[in-house]
């Protein structure tokens, strides 16, 4: 397999050295439920959004060890030989399930679970998180700023403000928290996303006039193209636009200044020289907190890049992968659980479930115990389960993978923060929008 | 060419739309000068370092647009079939120069400077801009952080808090910053970095006791590995890590609680134990702030995580690519700008030096002109070139790339940093370390 495919060693070293040791000692073939879960959201969140599962199952697929990985390992001295030879057929043959993507999540919710032998399920640890931990900081933030714009279209524009590879999957993050589109052309390919994206500064400034280059957009575009108007001077730029593309023009972007001043001032503008249907978009900075404050404001589309990839003042989510439960030197599976100062975690296994009273709902319940026991919990009738099955017996569920997964989970976050209680869509600082209640069997 | 290899569509779609238009009215082959620079640092840091130009050149070789790319390009129509033809046998046959990786940058500093037709310019834009902004984020914060350790080493192992690909840029831009290794296997492997890593506190909990755990871990491992003690209770971990691995033991790590009062403790307990070469390691969401304050516990090296991946606060940095010279319809170079709000630009290609007064720098000179002008400019003795060329005539200067590459800017920014005035390294908040003097020629 290619080099540039394999997924394997975006991990850090301690899971191959854990491995190593235990394929010595034999506990490595232990049975193991490990499980994704955050112990806060971020200051004042009301909820997160699960994003990245899809991602993940694309990069199991591919997590395999090439020969010149494997070469690095042995090299390095980083494994045994032994461990060489066992990585060589290495394929996860368990079970992953969690919440859904565009799912909402609160502390403590099990997102994902992942049940295995130890040594399988501990190599992926990294990985899953990188995944999560990234996409769902990106998904959380979108779906602010997309309640803040109301009705009106979000677009990413934001790949140039995070690495290359993240600007892919911030793309991909953005639509599920509820955007529209994305400048992000890999992303468009990758995923088959609806693609935006019309000229920048330089283009108006590598002309030798504005015309010229309003001009030549118009020749290669058409007039439904968004011109920029805020190179020079706006107000004689929407002139110039309508002259050039005549009152069809399709839409005109402002990227600086007070944008709903501008805005209104544009929209009058263009109003006035009969370019009712040109559209507005503005794109400057943009947070959930600009979009708020534009709310009023003349604006059809908004652009928003730098808050969006880097999640809005919180760039990561805090995801751990704990181990939850164990075989024993019997055979038995033990609940287990570290106990770190402010780090302690509830031992076993987890179900999650979500409560409604009239169609609202009012808990998140996270249900600990034994395999067998939560195979025998039963459910209230309002209680919604909340684990889909991602990967059963090493086989994935491509239905969960590629474009209608991703725009199923796009449906699903309207869907589930439609379903919480309206305090979940302010802005202001405040708790979970819903509590959660463990309950350890 | 294989699909995972190429780059090119690592961009926003505007880059293509923008070529597609220039192509049809001739203004593609426009000679141009575009420049990557910030206009502010994050809010009260005293300097920026430079990272991601090796990987840009990187990145740069695999700038072709693979058959599936192109046919991407043609089915949404998102530019002519005259440019698909033209795309065929894109290779950017430009000069790139610019501040050398781990060189310190301040508001306006003209990072990289890209001379080329406008249409192999322009399509570079946001896949320089994604390597740049997020690379020197990481070693920006990277350096605050070797600061504030003294002469501790510092590690990355943040590769979980970010994506899976930005974590293998973190590793590297940790090191350009002064971090000395990284958990990262893939960034290891790509680049020839120090890898660390030893066992998780899931290691402990797999087995049936912790004393079982490390002698798993002291077996595979050696008697040189490092312990994780704070499982369950970190004196008995520490009585029992030294009973089973002897006074030879490596090193314990911490990773909960008040580290300084831990640390302290734990060295002492060890001393008594006779293990008085036993290393400690502390690893619990560390920033600059945290390990300035850890300066007097007895720790002896720090992992870093979140806060590293995260860029501390600031997770990208601002760098623009803007267009500061084009040739006109007659061939004659000229300056230009936009005169956005808040986003004028000072036109003009662009010189910059560094001047000296007794060893120390006082100020960056940024000094702006025709090619003309900078080539027949004298700067003064004290002041030195920060120019270094990248690629001239479409060849990249391969001594930019690679390992040694990441050392040799690993060791400038040390260097860089000792010739600043020691504001420089403060954690308060405050101006630039050294004003920046623009000069229009």
């Known amino acids: 397999m290619a080099d540039e495919q394999t997924t394997a060693l975006m991990t850090d070293m301690y899971e191959y050295t854990m491995l190593d040791a235990a394929l010595r000692d034999g506990t490595a073939q232990r049975r193991c439920v490990f499980e994704v879960f955050t112990r806060h ?17 694309d990069a199991l697929e591919r997590f395999h060890l090439s020969d010149s990985d494997l070469a690095f390992l042995a090299d390095r001295s980083i494994v045994s030989r032994e461990t060489i030879d066992w990585l060589e057929h290495f394929q996860f043959s368990g079970r992953i399930s969690g919440y859904r993507e565009g799912e909402m999540f609160f502390p403590n919710s099990p997102i994902l679970q992942v049940e295995g032998t130890f040594a399988e399920c501990v190599l992926l640890e990294t990985l899953l998180l990188s995944v999560l931990n990234y996409d769902s900081a990106v998904a959380s933030a979108a779906s602010r700023m997309v309640t803040s714009a109301k009705d009106r279209p979000c677009m990413d524009m934001g790949g140039r403000r995070t690495n290359e590879s993240a600007a ?112 507005i978009t503005v794109t400057n900075d943009l947070d959930e907190y600009a979009l708020a404050s534009l709310q009023s404001a003349p604006v059809d589309s908004y652009g928003v890049g730098t808050m969006l990839v880097t999640g809005s003042g919180a760039p990561t989510c805090a995801m751990v992968y704990k181990l939850e439960e164990r075989e024993n030197r019997d055979g038995v599976m033990q609940p287990v659980a570290k106990k770190s100062k402010d780090k302690a975690t509830v031992p076993g296994r987890k179900l999650a479930y979500r409560s409604y009273e009239y169609q609202l709902a ?44 991703i725009m199923n989970a796009h449906r699903h976050r309207a869907e589930a923060l439609r379903e919480l209680p309206i305090a979940a869509q302010s802005l202001m600082k405040g708790d979970p929008a819903i509590p959660t209640e463990t309950t350890v069997l």
Chains 1, 2 share one sequence.
């Open 362 to 405: 009012d808990c998140e319940h996270v249900i600990a115990g034994s395999e067998e026991q939560l195979n025998a919990f039963q459910p209230q009738d309002n209680w919604k389960d909340l684990f889909v099955t991602y990967v059963g017996h090493g086989q994935i569920d491509h239905s969960y993978q590629g474009h209608d997964a």
């Open 41 to 57: 959201l971020p200051e004042g969140r009301r909820y997160g959004v699960v994003a990245g599962t899809g991602r993940i199952l």
């Open 168 to 279: 892919v999957a911030a793309s991909r993050a953005a639509i599920v928290g509820g955007f529209q589109g994305t400048a992000n052309l890999l992303a468009a390919k990758m995923y088959d996303l609806p693609a935006i994206g019309t000229a920048a500064h330089c283009f108006t400034l590598l002309h030798d006039s504005e015309r010229d280059a309003f001009q030549a957009q118009i020749d290669a575009l058409g007039k439904n193209t968004t011109l920029l108007v805020d190179t020079y001077n706006i107000e004689e730029a929407v002139k110039t636009a309508v002259e050039v593309a005549g009152t069809e023009l399709g839409g005109v972007r402002i990227d600086s200044g007070d944008l709903a001043a501008l805005a209104q001032r544009v929209r009058n503008q263009l109003d006035a020289l009969g370019a009712r249907n040109t559209t």
